[in-house]
Each structure stands twice: as structure tokens, then as C-alpha cells.
């Protein structure tokens, strides 16, 4: 079992839709969470943090549930530039490093 | 010095020859880490070096596999004997400290295709 497991996708969504991304995590030491974005053959990039009483920034908003192990990136009024690759990542517990998902792919459609 | 900075940006490479990755990791940050992605996945930690100090090496991370840091600023990554499997973006980042706080900074990666 995966560390950290995504749904890939892909999610094919409409302009302005609201899309909703969900991760899960088994090892119950890691403290920190992150929603990376990776676009097509590019680099990811810190997209935001998860913090414990939820994380809203713009049209994004970010929330952790330690009782489920459950993480969620929710997507309000989604746009074109959207589309991309979305990236669960936690950290590694005791570990100095982040593990990653697979990612769960966004395309939104005009 | 505005990101991590990456060389080659792509690499093709006959199978058996050696290879040789650079990254350059931004300058006050004093971890380094690489990591391997392949089509349809994320990416995949291989090793991670504290200033010149090789920390920690994952089980990816076969004895063809050889990273180095020497003076603790710039890295690079050596893959002996390439093998068709060996294809696959790799990428570097640093980090301030734990990357639990602020997470890292990635490079653009280097695509290697073995052929």
C-alpha cells in the first residue's frame, strides 16, 4: 500500500465547476501536508499547505482530517489554467523527506 | 539566484553508457534531495544530503545509482550502465531545513531517455 494514495483521475470538469480531490495517508506520524500542482513536463510547484483547521486561499481551500487520515483540495469556479496534474504529498514522519502521490489529473473543458 | 537550477535539461543516452546529472540547489538552502518520476506517477524519493552529508538513500537507489555533494552546495547524480528502465525525469529540490515547514523548491528536472 502507497504511503500516500490519490484517485488519478482524470477529472474532466466544465469552466466554473467545483472539483474536490481527496487523498488518504497511512502513516499516522506525518504532521505536514502539502497540495503541489504539476503541469504537463514541468517541475511541481507548492500549490499550498495543509494546516489543521483548513486552508483557503483564492478559489482553493485545503483541509486535513488526522482522525481519517484524509486530505482534501477543493476547487471553486474552476478555469481553464486549472488544468493540470494535482499532488498530494505528506511528510515522511520521523523522515526528513516528502512522500508524494500519484497525482490526480484536472481537465477542465471549455 | 532565483530557483534550483538543473543540467541537462534532457539527456539520450545509449543503454550501458554512464550518465551524469547537475543540480544547483538555492543557496541558502542547505537540503538537497532527488527524486525520480516516471509517466503517471509522482515523484519518487532516491536520496537526500544536509550540507556535504549524504543522509539518507532509498532502496531505488541501486549501487549504479551514485550521488554526490562535495562541498554542500551543488549536487550531482551518476547513473553507471544505464538501462532502458533507467528512463525517467529527474528531479531535484531543496529545502530551508525540514521540508515539513515550507515544503521544497524543485528544479525544471533533466528527462533522460535510454534508447
Known amino acids: 500500500r502507497k504511503e500516500v494514495e490519490q484517485d488519478p483521475g482524470p477529472f474532466n470538469v466544465p469552466e466554473g465547476a467545483t472539483v474536490a480531490f481527496n487523498c488518504t495517508y497511512s502513516n499516522s506520524a506525518s504532521q505536514s501536508f502539502f497540495w503541489y500542482r504539476q503541469d504537463c513536463r514541468k517541475e511541481p510547484k507548492l500549490l499550498m499547505s495543509?494546516?489543521?483547521s483548513g486552508n483557503e486561499d483564492g478559489r482553493f481551500t485545503a483541509q486535513l482530517n488526522r482522525a481519517s487520515q484524509y486530505i482534501s483540495l477543493l476547487i471553486r469556479d474552476s478555469k481553464l489554467s486549472d488544468s493540470a496534474t494535482y499532488l498530494c504529498?505528506?511528510?515522511?514522519?520521523?523522515?526528513?523527506?516528502?512522500?508524494f502521490g500519484t497525482g490526480t489529473l484536472l481537465a477542465v473543458q471549455p | 539566484d532565483t530557483g534550483v537550477s538543473q543540467n541537462p535539461r534532457h539527456k539520450i543516452t545509449k543503454r550501458g553508457q554512464n550518465v551524469t546529472f547537475r543540480c544547483d540547489p538555492i543557496s541558502e538552502h542547505n537540503r538537497l534531495y532527488w527524486y525520480r518520476q516516471t509517466l503517471g506517477q509522482g515523484p519518487e524519493f532516491l536520496t537526500y544530503?544536509?550540507?556535504?552529508?549524504?543522509?539518507?538513500k532509498s532502496r531505488l537507489l541501486s549501487d549504479r545509482f551514485s550521488a554526490e555533494r562535495p562541498k554542500g552546495s551543488f549536487s550531482t547524480l551518476e547513473i553507471q550502465r544505464t538501462e532502458q528502465g533507467d528512463s525517467a525525469m529527474y528531479l531535484c529540490a531543496s529545502s530551508f531545513g525540514q521540508p515539513r515547514h515550507y515544503g521544497y523548491t524543485f528544479g525544471s528536472g533533466t528527462r533522460l531517455t535510454v534508447v
Open positions: 544530503f544536509q550540507n556535504e552529508a549524504q543522509l539518507e
Open positions: 504529498v505528506g511528510d515522511g514522519g520521523a523522515t526528513n523527506k516528502l512522500i
Open positions: 495543509v494546516y489543521s
